[in-house]
């Protein structure tokens, strides 16, 4: 874990303890709060591109989820929909933030979606990218289907070997000239760090309550990114979501996969400044 640590953290680096669990996050740059939230198999240096464009006009905070990252598990191993809320929310009042928009990306963007609901007072402007909420058992990405097979899931820690998860990061991206030994390299040392595994395998296999009709209460303006050739969650569920949510934009990426502001991080910046800065 110290050389982990020593790997992947940086001058902008902190740590806070919610509820009994370390969180790793950073802070970065000045003007009004952008809260950014990384999806599933992943962790706050998803962001890195966004955080160096974005943080010259606001104050950037990224941080690695509970089961993910250099956070790892959550004291309580629980890793329901309304315990990450929970945990949003006391990580925010702990350091000192009481409005702020905020932007998830996939599972951190279900994440983003309802806390919104739960406050929307503290929401100022919503951002989902390539976002989960709206399940769809069919169309389960393979480590997700793994994670829910008998036997499979629980030897999970074993099954994913490092050539495995570069298969799924490469399926993430439609451009693979990104997918470099590096991103590989962090992918595997942060899925595999102590717990992780085991808290992701708890986490898909979790109980989830559908909650996307309430959507339409959604009153804060909202701005839906997504990568046409997204390969984990197809497109069609950006239009769900354009339905659903009263007042929103949606940008649609040609030639781009399930993580936007990795691939073409400059585009979808400006995207994002726009929208806020409107």
């Not at 989820?65 to 309304?82: H, I, K």
């Not at 390539?130 to 829910?148: E, Q, V």
């Not at 439609?174 to 040392?189: G, H, M, P, Q, W």
């Not at 030639?255 to 990795?262: A, C, I, K, R, S």
Request: with cysteine; glycine share 6%; net charge positive.
């Amino acid at each position: 874990m110290i050389e982990l640590i020593r790997k992947y953290t940086n001058e902008h680096s902190r740590f806070v303890a919610i509820n009994g669990t370390l969180i790793h996050y950073r802070v970065e740059g000045k003007g009004p709060y952008l809260i950014l939230l990384h999806g599933s198999f992943s962790s706050l240096h998803t962001f890195d591109a966004w955080s160096n464009i974005l943080k010259k006009q606001f104050t950037v905070v990224r941080l690695d989820l509970p089961a993910f990252g250099l956070t790892g598990p959550m004291a309580q191993d629980s890793y329901s929909m309304p315990t990450y809320v929970k945990h949003l929310k006391k990580f925010l009042q702990t350091i000192g933030v009481d409005r702020c928009a905020i932007a998830g990306s996939s599972l951190g963007g279900w994440i983003a979606w309802e806390y919104a609901l739960h406050f929307p007072n503290q929401v100022e402007k919503l951002i989902l990218i390539d976002s989960a909420g709206f399940t769809d058992k069919y169309t389960l990405p393979l480590p997700f289907r793994m994670a829910k097979t008998p036997f499979i899931n629980r030897v999970i820690k074993f099954a994913v070997r490092k050539s495995l998860l570069e298969e799924f990061v490469r399926e993430v991206y439609f451009n693979k000239s990104k997918v470099t030994a590096k991103l590989i390299e962090r992918y595997y040392d942060l899925f595999s760090r102590d717990g992780n595994p085991e808290a992701f395998l708890k986490l898909v296999n979790s109980k989830y309550k559908d909650k996307t009709r309430y959507l339409k209460n959604l009153p804060m303006p909202t701005l839906i990114l997504w990568g046409k050739e997204d390969s984990w969650i197809p497109v069609e569920h950006a239009y769900r979501f354009h339905e659903a949510i009263p007042h929103n934009d949606l940008i649609i990426y040609d030639l781009v996969g399930h993580l936007p502001m990795e691939e073409i991080p400059e585009d979808t910046a400006l995207d994002v400044a726009s929208f806020l800065l409107d």
